[in-house]
């Protein structure tokens, strides 16, 4: 097979693909969210705010309310819409009863992120097993083009009428669920016209949206135009990683962002615990400025890229996952990759 035709396809497994793109693009929104959450994690400056001091300008985090905030949560519950499809497709195929394996899934996401809350109050865990659990019926039971279409206008009234935030997941979950039922995985890894074109059309619109985002100066979390500008950039990062992946910068992105992706839940907590932990131990809540975070932040990602490339030479899922698909399946799922074998697991994450 030429290099050409192997930049097209997926790794596949006995049964199904498994997309390399969507896996790196999800450690890229690994990433993203880390920054977003270790400012909450840490309480950075809250202490000081409590105790009467006022906002110290941080030119940094101007940077990361312009690049980062609201940038990376699209991009994470779209992708969480699709392994949502895919695994009920997959659970159609394996089960009489594909709905019960999907509740199973969502019921033990929830625990998790109720167990995660000790350690993270603010996690997003919980909310996505429970707003999945409602969503489920939909994708279970309607057409494709309806669980897009409904997806479509769920978000846009998020959007317009709260500004994104918690009511703006059910949209984008069933956005994602639709997009992958209509082929959009296909359509990344391959990254042709049509990825392009959205791509410069997201590029565009961007730069009236961060101009409409500067009018609500703060983090874009809490107002309309900062909410709308996330979504926008959202879709300009997917697009231009997609258009990367076409290029020799797959070799660096795959190998900085596919582990972080495939074990993108066993991250998440575990980046989570990190900072929490840190936060005991280093007054962040007096600091003046992000940059003491983001650069512990930076740090973990890069040791999580690398351990989680060594977990996976040994395991075919992280350990978070492999209890997660445990709990899905109610059978104890094989761990250690076989000697023998290199071959990937047979479903999407």
């Not at 097993?129 to 409904?150: E, F, H, K, N, Q």
Request: hydrophobic share 55%.
């Amino acid at each position: 097979m030429s290099t050409a035709a192997a930049s097209t396809t997926p790794r596949l497994t006995a049964a199904r693909p498994r997309w390399a793109f969507l896996d790196s693009l999800r450690g890229f929104a690994v990433l993203g969210i880390l920054l977003v959450n270790a400012i909450d994690i840490t309480q950075l400056g809250m202490a000081r705010l409590m105790d009467g001091g006022g906002r110290v300008p941080d030119p940094v985090l101007d940077a990361l309310y312009l690049t980062v905030q609201t940038r990376f949560v699209p991009i994470f519950i779209v992708l969480f819409g699709m392994s949502l499809w895919m695994v009920l497709d997959s659970a159609r195929a394996r089960s009489p009863r594909p709905w019960l394996v999907m509740v199973r899934r969502m019921v033990g996401l929830a625990v998790i992120g109720g167990l995660l809350m000790f350690a993270y109050p603010g996690n997003i865990l919980l909310e996505y097993g429970v707003v999945g659990l409602l969503m489920l019926p939909a994708v279970l039971l309607a057409p494709r083009g309806v669980t897009l279409g409904g997806g479509a206008v769920l978000t846009v009234v998020a959007y317009v009428v709260f500004g994104g935030g918690l009511p703006s997941v059910p949209g984008l979950v069933l956005l994602g669920a639709g997009a992958a039922a209509f082929g959009l995985p296909r359509a990344l890894e391959s990254s042709g016209r049509a990825v392009a074109i959205v791509f410069a059309a997201s590029a565009v619109l961007t730069v009236p949206a961060l101009l409409w985002q500067l009018t609500t100066p703060g983090d874009p979390r809490f107002s309309t135009p900062g909410a709308a500008a996330g979504l926008v950039m959202a879709v300009l990062y997917t697009t231009g990683l997609a258009l990367l992946w076409r290029t020799r910068a797959r070799t660096v992105i795959a190998a900085a962002f596919e582990p972080l992706g495939r074990m993108a839940l066993s991250n998440y907590v575990g980046a989570a615990i990190v900072m929490a932990l840190a936060a005991s131990v280093v007054d962040f809540g007096h600091m003046t400025t992000v940059t003491p975070v983001l650069t512990l932040s930076l740090a973990l990602i890069v040791a999580q890229s690398l351990l989680s490339r060594l977990w996976l030479k040994h395991f075919r899922y992280g350990p978070v996952e492999w209890l997660w698909r445990t709990a899905t399946w109610l059978r104890p799922v094989a761990l250690r990759r076989d000697a023998r074998s290199t071959a990937t697991p047979v479903t999407v994450p």
